[in-house]
Each structure stands twice: as C-alpha cells, then as structure tokens.
C-alpha cells in the first residue's frame, strides 16, 4: 500500500515556518506604518505652509529647537522636503517636473539634474498615461490620489501618488507626494502565504487526525480478524492493501511486501483475475458490497482452490469509507461438486439428444454398410476379373511374342545373328518381354495384397527371417563385401504375418545393398526396440541417401529416385501396404551422399 500522510516533524516544520512568516509581516508592517506617519506629517505641513496655516516654523538642531517664520521659512522647507521618505515633486500645467527631491531621484535611479525639466509621463508605463492624465487635470483644482507603477532603474515599483495645486506658486504648478507601496505589496503577499499555509496546516492536521482514526479503526479490525478461520483483510478507500490476517500468509505463501498495494492479483487464477478485478472496482466506486467466486493460488502446492471473495466498506460518522473488510471463505469442494453436477446434467442431456438420434443413425448406418457390402463385392469381383485378364489376357499375348522371339532367332542366318546391331535389337527386345512379364507378375501381386487385409498374424521368429534372407541375398552381399549388424535382443519376435515380414525385409535389406555407394564398403544395421504401441525395426545403411526432398512419394507406385539400379518401383509400395493393413506404419530419413534409414512400426 502507499499514501501520503504528513508527520508530527513535518508539521513542526511548516509551523516555525509561519511563525517565521508572521514575524515578518509585523516588522514590515511596523516599517510601513512608520512611513504613512512620516508621510502624512509631510502633507501637513506641505498643506500648511501652502495654504498659509502657519506663518513660522520650529526645526530641531544641534542648538535646540529654532523658530523661523514664513519670510525665512523657504531655506528650512526645502530642507524638510529633501529630508523626507517619500518623493516629493512639483509639475507644470505639461507635467515637467520643475522641483524634485533627492528621495524621487532615487527611486527613479537618476541623477537629480537629470530628472528636472522630464515629463513625469516619462516614469510611467504607457498603459497609465491615460488614467493619470485624467488624475492630474482633476488635481488644479481638487486633490487627487491613485496608484500607479513608477518605472525604476530597470525595474518597476508600485507607488502611490497624491496631488494638490499649489495656489501660491508663480508660474502655476501642482505638488505632488509619492510613496512606495513595495512594502505593503510585501505584506499582502506575506498574508497570502500565510494564510495558504494555514489551511494547508489545517488540512494536514485533518489528515492526521483522520489517519489516527483510520489506524486505530484498523488495529481494531485486526483483533478481529486475526481470530477468524477464513483469510481476512482490510483496504484503504482507494482498494490498495492495509492489512491481511496469518491465514492469508500461511495460504499464499507471499510475503508482506509481496502483497502490498496490489500484490494480491498475483495468486487470482488468470482465467478469474479479469472479472474479478472489474467487479471489484465497480463496487469501489459505486460503495457497494464486493462479492466473487474466484480461485486463488495455495503456496505449498502450487494448486488453486475455490474462495467466495466479499468486502464490505466501513464509514465514519460523516457517512465516508474509512476501510473496506473482506474476507475469502474456502468453498473449494462445493464448486468441485456443483460443477460436476452442472457436467453430470450436461452429459444427460447430450445423452439424451444422442439416444434420441440413435435409431436415425443406425438405420443410415445399417444402409450404408449395405452400400458398402454391395461396393465391396463389386470392387472384388473387379479385382478377380483384372487377375483372370492379366494371368490369361496378357500373359498369352507376351508369352506368343516371346515364342516368335525365339522362332526369330533360330531361323537368322548365322551372319546375321553375328551381326553386332542385331544382337542389339534382340536383346532389348527381350529384355523388354522380361519387363512386361515382371510387371504383371507385380501387379498381380498388388491386387492380391488387397484381398490380405484379414490375413492371421502370428508371433514371428525375426532373427530366423533375417537369416533366410540374408541367405537368398548371399551372392550379393559376397559381391558388394557388405557389413550386415543384426541388434534385435529387444523384440525378438514380431507380431505379423510371416509371408509379409519376409517381403519387408527382403525389399528393404536388398535395396540397402543395391543402392550402395560405391566410394565406400556399404554398413547396414537391423536393430529393434520396442516402444508404446510398436515394435520398430530400423534398417540403417550408409549408402547413396537421398536429397531432403519430401519422402512420401518414395512409397508411390513405379516411383524411384535412382535410375542407374535395375528396379520396377513397385517394391517400397507393396510393403507400406503390408504394415498399414496391419495397423503399423514405416518413416524414412536420408541424407544426399550419407545414407538413409527405414524404420518399420509393427503393432505390439
């Protein structure tokens, strides 16, 4: 939590500070009112000696107290003006000023010959000429008085002026008296400050009161809610944190630091802490009852639990929130069972919905599958027909080519037969009618591996496989001086049909061995293991590999990705067939000039 509260120390500071204050405003106050006396003196005896009151004057000096009359009066009057505090000046009917005393020069910052024979307009600024114009032609004949601002030495003084003609002046001219008002200004604003500091002082001191309140209102609250079995807090107006109980703590895990302000938001469940936040601000500003289901973080195991969140605000007499208090009762298992009744009724009526569709979908269903069975029986009868044709059809017809081949040859001529072009055409013609023959035996075989697909599996014996193969492969691993690793201790038996486990590795094995580089004495490792669901055997080879091309149409019918090895590109297709009738799968990795590794998944 953080607010701002003033301290008794700085309370005594801003205390001396008035005091400070007051103390100088009763000097300046003294000064000031000195001057308007002295002033006021000064005018009197202008008054006096103007209008002829007084025919003699006294004037103290180091001999005592002398008594001039009029007639020798003029010497001492001028030496009574120069005396004086104030700016005494005489004008003309165009505002030149003809007499001025030492003090005005001063304020003026001019040397006093320089400032006789100037127009006072000179020492006033340009926004006052008007009022003052107004003032003086006022002042031959009535007195006048006004406050104007005197431009001095660069800066300005606020002073006030009083006027007056004097009648016994030849030629005419008016008497003027001219008083810094600095000092008052001073202590209007010394007042001002004052009184600002006042109220602040009074404002603090509301504050301190109301913070004395609110802590022992707090203290109180703590008795209390330190002594009650759920978690407990209390918050200041503004929702930051004041006070938490020890089950708060023992909870949570946090510290006191951790919870301060807002700390709290850190154990809300993040899928809560958006609602909860809204409706807690909501009833901060409305000063309304705060109340949630939300989950909070327990410290010792990192799980959350259900809490019903409510906070009250509580007011002084005056009506204002002082505090909030909330508590957070455990309702964790109230939720866990309301929630799965909520989920047992929605699975209730789901199944409901469901068995009220059920006949529906078995009727569909049940005309599907005869669909299907109607499909199915067609699809085979298609596939015993395409046998029939490719083992009679098109067997007769290249087995007839094949005869005439034969025929061909035995009647040429001997120089013919030796004929290099002829031995040519004969083998390629040949060749071909090996091809063509080796097709429909593959496609032969393809359409039977589909009528496979309910072929019983049996345990099968995989080292024993592997053995026989690498035995009908003998010539070409003597050939090629192949190194074959067999490392199957971990399943050594394989769940399968053995007519197909035998074609897998055979295809694969075989191809290992013809795709061999021929930089380097090709290395094959059979190894098997066993993981969830499968058993994989991985034949690893290092042989020519393949670029990283995308890999599943090395499985395509007739696809091959080396053409320099006689091949018909049909044997990776039939055995990716094999293992996913059984419910397996095979995966490839290669690498261009490395090798690749095949890694056959059998269901276990």
């Not at 209390?224 to 089950?247: C, D, H, K």
């Not at 067997?395 to 037969?417: G, T």
Request: net charge negative.
């Amino acid at each position: 939590m953080s607010n701002t509260h003033f301290t008794l120390q700085e309370k005594q500071t801003l205390e001396a500070e008035v005091k400070r204050l007051q103390s100088r405003l009763q000097q300046v106050e003294e000064n000031l009112e000195a001057s308007e006396q002295k002033r006021q003196e000064s005018e009197e005896i202008i008054e006096a000696i103007r209008t002829g009151a007084v025919d003699a004057l006294t004037i103290g000096g180091e001999a005592g107290p002398q008594i001039f009359t009029l007639q020798g009066a003029d010497h001492t009057y001028r030496i009574l003006i120069e005396e004086m505090n104030e700016g005494a000046l005489t004008l003309n009917e165009q505002a030149l000023i003809l007499y001025s005393n030492a003090c005005f020069a001063q304020l003026v910052g001019l040397p006093l010959e320089r400032v006789i024979s100037c127009s006072f307009y000179d020492f006033l600024l340009p926004e006052d000429h008007a009022r003052f114009g107004l003032l003086f032609k006022q002042s031959w004949s009535l007195a006048g008085k006004g406050e104007f601002v005197l431009k001095a030495a660069g800066n300005t003084l606020p002073i006030s002026l009083s006027m007056n003609a004097l009648t016994i002046s030849t030629p005419p001219a008016v008497g003027m008296v001219l008083t810094n008002l600095s000092a008052e200004k001073q202590i209007l604003a010394v007042e001002s400050q004052v009184e600002a500091q006042n109220k602040i002082i009074s404002g603090k001191e509301a504050e301190l009161v109301k913070a004395k309140q609110r802590e022992q209102e707090a203290e109180q609250f703590r008795i209390v809610l330190e002594n009650i079995p759920q978690i407990a807090w209390t918050n200041l107006p503004s929702g930051e944190f004041i006070f938490y109980n020890s089950r708060w703590y023992t909870y949570t895990g946090l510290t006191v630091e951790q919870t301060k302000g807002w700390g709290w938001q850190s154990v809300v469940h993040v899928a809560d802490l958006a609602f909860t936040l809204d409706a807690y601000r909501q009833a901060l500003a409305r000063e309304e009852e705060f109340v949630v289901e939300n989950r909070y973080k327990r410290g010792s195991d990192g799980t959350y639990h259900w809490h019903l969140t409510r906070a009250l605000p509580v007011r002084n007499q005056e009506g204002q929130i002082t505090l909030w208090v909330g508590t957070a009762t455990n309702i964790h298992e109230q939720k866990l069972s309301e929630q799965a009744n909520q989920k047992l009724g929605e699975e209730l009526a789901a199944s409901n919905e469901e068995l009220q569709a059920a006949n529906e979908e078995i009727l569909a269903t049940n005309e599907e599958l005869a669909q299907s069975n109607k499909q199915l029986l067609v699809t085979n009868a298609d596939l015993d027909t395409f046998i029939y044709t490719a083992s009679h059809d098109l067997k007769a017809p290249i087995s007839n080519i094949e005869a005439l081949l034969q025929a061909l040859l035995r009647n040429l001529s001997s120089e013919s037969l030796s004929s290099k072009r002829v031995q040519q055409i004969t083998a390629l013609m040949q060749e071909s009618v090996e091809r063509f023959k080796k097709t429909i035996g593959n496609l032969t075989e393809v359409v039977k591996l589909q009528k496979e697909n309910s072929k019983e599996l049996i345990w099968i014996d995989l080292s024993k496989v592997i053995r026989e193969v690498s035995l009908d492969l003998e010539p070409l691993i003597v050939e090629t001086q192949a190194k074959i690793e067999v490392e199957i201790a971990n399943c050594p038996f394989i769940h399968f049909s053995e007519k197909n486990l035998r074609s897998v590795v055979y295809n694969l094995l075989s191809n290992a061995i013809k795709y061999r580089s021929l930089e380097r004495v090709p290395q094959i490792t059979i190894s098997c293991e066993d993981v969830p669901s499968y058993h994989v055997l991985t034949f690893r080879d290092n042989g020519l590999g393949m670029e990283s091309k995308p890999m599943s149409g090395l499985f395509t019918m007739f696809k091959r990705f080396h053409d320099h090895v006689e091949g018909t590109g049909i044997g990776l297709y039939m055995i990716k067939k094999m293992v996913e009738n059984a419910g397996g799968k095979i995966e490839v990795e290669s690498k261009l000039d490395v090798g690749s590794t095949f890694k056959v998944y059998f269901p276990n």
